[in-house]
């Protein structure tokens, strides 16, 4: 591996150069002519082609998983540069490791899990976390929802508002939710937003939520239930005319 | 029968589809009951389902480029 990429990469990164090379943004790639022959493949047929030296399947890999890739990264680490070298990390043990990779599980679990493990240590290294089994149990004290809300008995005392949508395309597509929406997300402590991102986000099952960030089952209940709690709570602050959360 | 604010302690292991038979039908006779929880379920179903549909973030096209550079590298070294 050679070590003086950095400078080389970024002094590269012109757009004439990313035509020339067929790369463009993944939220283009209607027409694109290098991406177009990959899009209706599998994972797994890919990974076959990329074996065999495919560029354009590596590509389509990449194109797929790069932005969950990033995501999840961005879930370990802060920093944005450290996560894209952490992201770049993972393809490159992603390659190393393809003659390994006897698709016992889908490839998509397996390159997260490498993005997991090469993000842990990174982040280990450099005294940026703690683990996520730690965090887990530190915010755990208060009630999800303001007690106040609930009379003695348990019963509404400050009942919930309809909302004037409460679909969820409608939700996602309003610039004004979404953006409430990402940033109650950005808000949350670590082991929350975590949790949060993959199952609701990403749409994982939670028992691979708890191999990737090496949490219990109760735990990624709770922490799954706060995080739900705390975003709908902001969404329903936003509704009720902009209070801040 | 549970309280209001049990139902929104349940109500992720509800849409998780983690609870118990017993616990799922006293669950869907409070919501079958009482307007406020049945909207409570259906704004925490709503807002799960609104992240999902997010847009995923973009990778940085310096990156993608950076990562055919190294792809290109691995293939010549394995020859």
Redesign the interface.
Known sequence: M?HH?EGK??S??KPE??ER?G?????KTAGDVAGAPVAGLDDSELVRRVRA?D?TA??GL??RH???L??LA?VFVHDEAVA?EV??DA??AV??GLDGFEGRSSFKTWLYRILANRARTRATREGRTVPFSALAGVDDGA???D?ER?DD????RD??V??TD????R???AAE??AV??SA?AALPPAQRAV?VLR??D?LE?EEICNLLDITVTNQ?VL??RA??H??QA??AHMRGGSRC | MLTCREITDLVTEYAEGNLSLLDSIRFHMHIGMCRSCRRYVRQVKATAGALGLLPTPEMPPELELELVRRFESWKRARG
């Not at chain 1, 790369?23 to 939220?27: D, I, K, Y």
């Open positions: 050679d990429v990469w970024r590269c990164a150069n990313i090379l790369m463009r943004s993944a939220t030296g560029r590596f590509t990449v194109r790069g932005g969950a990033l995501r961005r894209e992201v770049q393809w490159m390659l190393e009630p999800a929802l007690p609930f008995a348990g019963a509404w009942p919930p309809g909302w409460e679909t969820p395309e939700l996602a597509l939710t979404r929406m990402e997300v949060l609701d986000e749409g939670a209940r799954l239930h739900r709690t975003v709908r969404i329903e």
